[in-house]
Nanobody, 127 residues
Framework: QVQLVESGGGLVQAGGSLRLSCAASGRTFLDNTMGWFRQAPGKEREFVAQISRSGGSTYYADSVKGRFTISRDNAKNTVYLQMNTLKPEDTAVYSC????????????????????WGQGTQVTVSS
């Protein structure tokens, strides 16, 4: 089992920045590929970013590429999502997820590919 707790959400103006954190406990953090997803009201959950267990491989949704950066600190069992140049369309509940590690080149953009989820943190971007 892996327990995930997100923090760092809030209200920010368009063009601003936020950094989300996801603290993991339980099963060894290094055993997991980590991902961030988001879900806006009335929409399906969508992939945002993914990072391999070593941090050497990252993937991003086209909508956030160049603005968001995913990183992890394995010593702190924490994964981060730095979000810059935020737009109103980034408004959503952001959730982190853990996937049992397969390989550093593993690409997992679908929610059902992940094994554990946090409860989510609200990000609201005002125009």
């Amino acid at each position: 089992q892996v327990q995930l707790v997100e923090s760092g959400g809030g209200l920010v103006q368009a063009g601003g920045s936020l950094r989300l954190s996801c603290a993991a406990s339980g099963r060894t953090f290094l055993d997991n590929t980590m991902g961030w997803f988001r879900q806006a009201p009335g929409k399906e959950r969508e992939f945002v970013a993914q990072i391999s267990r070593s941090g050497g491989s990252t993937y991003y949704a086209d909508s956030v590429k160049g603005r968001f950066t995913i990183s992890r600190d394995n010593a702190k069992n924490t994964v981060y999502l730095q979000m810059n140049t935020l737009k109103p369309e980034d408004t959503a509940v952001y959730s982190c997820a853990a996937r049992h590690w397969r390989s550093d080149s593993d690409y997992a953009p679908e929610p059902n590919q992940y094994d554990y989820w946090g409860q989510g943190t609200q990000v609201t971007v005002s125009s």
